[in-house]
């Protein structure tokens, strides 16, 4: 079967159809680490861990609009203890940390293939955009290093785990 055969739009049935842009899985965290050998290259307390996949047809706008998604999604306990406040508002910190391999395709075989993922090159400067977003929001950033073996260390809290795409 055609990709296309199920497109319901005509005139959008003359192009392939788009991988989603920027994905975020997002983890509400009590604290949070990230680590390249023996050296601590980030850390947080309560807030977000946020692993950020970038795809080939991303670019600044969904970079920014990512950041301000992860700045005010509501995924935070209030004082009742429900999912009503966001990260900002709690005055919580965000460990993002860059994650390829949520461009992973599982839908073939037993080897995941990569080839949604956009190569180093492109990823690291949109990777860095939605960092400097969070940041212009006043929020405290830590992060992995690109293109590291990084152990990221999360003490969940929920547990809550969202995916977010832009």
């Not at 601590?40 to 950020?52: I, M, P, Q, S, Y």
């Not at 929001?137 to 290093?145: I, M, N, Q």
């Amino acid at each position: 079967m055609s990709p296309y055969a199920r497109c319901l739009l005509p005139v959008a049935c003359n192009t392939p159809p788009r991988v989603a842009a920027v994905r975020a899985l997002v983890q509400r965290v009590a604290r949070a680490s990230v680590s390249v050998g023996a050296e601590v290259v980030g850390e947080v307390g309560h807030g977000l861990c946020v692993f950020v996949g970038v795809t080939h047809d991303d670019g600044p706008a969904e970079a920014d609009r990512l950041a301000g998604r992860l700045a005010d999604l509501r995924i935070m306990d209030d004082a009742d203890g429900v999912m009503n406040l966001s990260v900002t508002e709690v005055d919580g910190e965000v460990l993002v940390v860059s994650q390829f391999t949520l461009y992973g395709d599982t839908s073939k075989g037993r080897r995941p293939t990569w080839s949604a993922a956009a190569k180093p090159d492109h990823a690291e400067p949109l990777f860095e955009r939605v960092v400097a977003g969070l940041r212009e929001r006043g929020l405290t950033v830590a992060t992995g290093r690109f293109r590291a073996d990084m152990v990221v260390e999360i003490l969940n809290e929920g547990p809550a785990t969202v995916l977010v795409e832009v």
